[in-house]
């Protein structure tokens, strides 16, 4: 098909054009014009490590597509670097099949990598992926495996059973067969003087908390103080973090978010670092007891990460199951220096809900 576009990189201002091609893409979202631009200027404006990356396609003076990306601070190895994170990429149904997709990402990647930034990471959709790993030369790394902890069968029932009749056999005997059964949790072992309090924000004890902690996976997004303040601070999302402390020295965080979603409460676990296996413990134990208290029907956690964390989740009665499977995580590489196959295993990473665009 004939392009009918041209492109440029984002200019001030263009927010609004890029507005209307989420609702051209997105249709059904029902948007807030304040609430989404509060979103992008925390997104594409004030992250810590710089500023967003945009690349938009044009034709006669309208937005039909983008390419986005942000820039992130990665340790890998025993090294920082600044690599990037896809999202939100976007093609106006009228533009498709003209390969705009292939060359505003190949724009974006030949600037980046005259800056010396090789390293793209991203959770593509079904609709992206195959553009992603057969046209942009991406690679999978992983699919996110879903732990969960049903709280309330009654409600998670609903979702799939429509007669009422059945919805309260079946919650009754979900409830009591598998919380018995498959989610028994077992009591965190006792830490003297350990204690575990919500907090608003993150302040500076969290850069030495992470230089003690940084070395548990190869590869993981930098959590320091500056990062944590940004990410968990979207004016438009209503985080809960948990902080275990001890003599005034920081051991260990969880962030989760309490949503609602098809009549059923649904609260993701989107962070999770501690010194320990035991510290942990405790602070699953705690956000557990916070959904209880918030009469949450089922806690999600999506993740990529060790064996500790799994054992850990399993003590606190979480469980998943083989055919409930996440995104996929994948990522781009052109490192003169980093070895595709160190990227691209697994067990190299620590990745989790807060490490993707949700919120």
Known sequence: ?????????????????????????????????????????????????????????????????????????????????????????????????????????????????????????????????????KKLNWFDIATMQIMFKSLNWGSAVKLKVKNKFLQGVLAIGANLVFNKVLFRTQKPPEIEGLTIKQVTSFDERFDEFWAKVCSQSQIMVVRNKDYLNWRYSNPDANYSIFVAEKAREIYGYLVLEHKVQSSVKVSHIFDLIAQSEEIMHHLLSEAVENCQQNKVDLILYPLVANKTYHRVLKKNGFISLSFIKGGRFCAYSSSPTIPKEFLSNPENWLVQLGDSDAV
Request: charged share 30%; proline share 5%; aromatic share 16%.
């Open 1 to 133: 098909m004939e392009r009918k576009w041209s492109m440029r990189p984002y200019k001030d201002g263009d927010e609004e054009g890029i507005l209307e091609l989420w609702k051209a893409v997105y249709p059904n979202r029902g948007y807030d014009r304040e609430k989404w631009l509060r979103w992008w200027c925390w997104m594409y404006k004030a992250n810590p490590a710089g500023e967003g990356r945009i690349w938009l396609a044009e034709h006669d003076g309208k937005i039909v597509g983008q390419y986005a990306v942000i820039p992130v601070k990665l340790k890998i190895g025993n090294e920082i670097i600044l690599g990037l994170q896809s999202l939100d990429t976007m093609t106006h149904p009228d533009y498709r099949r003209q390969k705009m997709f292939e060359t505003l990402t190949k724009k974006v990647y030949d600037e980046a990598e005259r800056e010396g930034i090789f390293i793209v990471y991203g959770f593509p959709n079904q609709f992206s992926y195959p553009g992603f790993v």
